[in-house]
């Protein structure tokens, strides 16, 4: 079992930043792909971010050259950097996780951008 925790969501203006947090209650290390998705209102679940361990990072084309996705293996979490934040980045973001075939989700942070 898995247990992940996300924060660092909340209310900002268009064009301002924030930084999101997914915290996992077992180490990190040898998970390979981990990853931030989001769902906004109506909308199915999408891929926002996923990193690789030894391999790199992949975007979806909406977020890209705006948010950064990266892991600290010591401190078992992974983090999402969000910049120039859009009207239509406002969704929940959840964080996500593949161990021994079962897919876990944290509970989810809401991230609204006003325009």
């Known amino acids: 079992q898995v247990r992940l925790v996300e924060s660092g969501g909340g209310l900002v203006q268009a064009g301002g930043s924030l930084r999101l947090s997914c915290a996992a209650s077992r180490s990190i290390f040898s998970i390979k792909a981990m990853g931030w998705y989001r769902q906004a209102p109506g909308k199915q679940r999408e891929l926002v971010a996923v990193i690789i361990s030894g391999v790199g990072t992949n975007y979806a084309d909406s977020v890209k050259g705006r948010f950064t996705i990266s892991r600290d293996n010591a401190e078992n979490t992974v983090y999402l950097q969000m910049n120039s934040l859009k009207p239509e980045d406002t969704a929940v973001y959840y964080c996500?996780?593949?161990?021994?075939?079962?897919?876990?989700w944290g509970q989810g942070t809401q991230v609204t951008v006003s325009s």
């Open positions: 996500n996780l593949v161990h021994l075939g079962q897919n876990y």
